[in-house]
């Protein structure tokens, strides 16, 4: 009988520190996607102000590694936020975290680490998004970013897409393509940030969820650079 229950305490001894490390690296990753998108969007040549301002939705992934796409698998792991309101007129919300997997990424060299920063331009690709695993180019309509603070945003490419996305290694920023690529919820992550299971879409549009401290650098930070849609 003390057998049992000694291996019952000393699963439990372990796995504590365990939980309290992913706890640690989810926050980090919270801050390190308001770091990520600080520096991106104080590039001079960045993206431009109209589409942030049109997008519902904002995804960061910091330091992806190209290692992992040859070894496949899941290999991104970000935040994503959204305006909001019934509309997406409110402030940014709460992050719910989410995962990046398959495709290739042409523009990395080596095992330098990039960053991507995702538009969502509107609600059908919000809510696609947040309900299952979405593939980049057929789920969802996707292109590369036009950069730049005076860039014609009102092309075709840029009109039709419902996700722009933008990358950034070696100090050089700009529109990728992920095609291939898919995103999806990171339930486990969720859980590990906010303490219990939460559906992505309760943490995004129902306001289940206060923004967590680490998440509040990425969230102010939008709500200073663009606090309205338009």
Not at 17 to 38: F, H, I, Q, T
Not at 47 to 64: A, G
Not at 213 to 229: E, G, H, R, V, Y
Request: aromatic share 4%; net charge positive.
């Amino acid at each position: 009988m003390l057998k049992p229950i000694l291996s019952s305490i000393l699963a439990l001894a372990i796995g504590l520190p365990l939980s309290a490390a992913d706890n640690k690296k989810e926050a980090e990753r919270l801050e390190n996607c308001g770091v990520v998108l600080k520096e991106i969007l104080d590039i001079p040549d960045d993206i431009p102000q109209d589409l942030l301002d049109k997008s519902v939705c904002v995804i960061v992934y910091p330091s992806v590694l190209k290692a992992a796409f040859v070894l496949g698998g899941s290999y991104g792991r970000g935040a994503m936020t959204c305006r909001t309101g019934e509309h997406f007129t409110g402030p940014w919300g709460a992050p719910t975290m989410m995962a990046l997997e398959g495709g290739s990424i042409g523009f990395q060299i080596g095992g330098q680490a990039t960053d991507f920063v995702l538009l969502v331009m509107n609600d059908r690709g919000a809510h696609a998004i947040l309900k299952s695993k979405v593939k980049l180019g057929a789920d969802a309509s996707a292109a590369a970013g036009p950069k730049g603070r005076n860039a014609a945003a009102e092309t075709d490419v840029t009109m039709r897409a419902e996700i722009l996305t933008y990358s950034r290694a070696r100090g050089l920023f700009a529109g990728v393509s992920l095609a291939g690529s898919s995103v999806r919820p990171d339930n486990d992550g969720n859980a590990r940030v906010y303490g219990k299971k939460l559906e992505p879409e309760s943490v995004v549009f129902k306001g289940a969820v206060a923004v967590p401290p680490s998440a509040q650098k990425l969230i102010a930070l939008l709500n200073q650079k663009s606090p309205k849609t338009k």
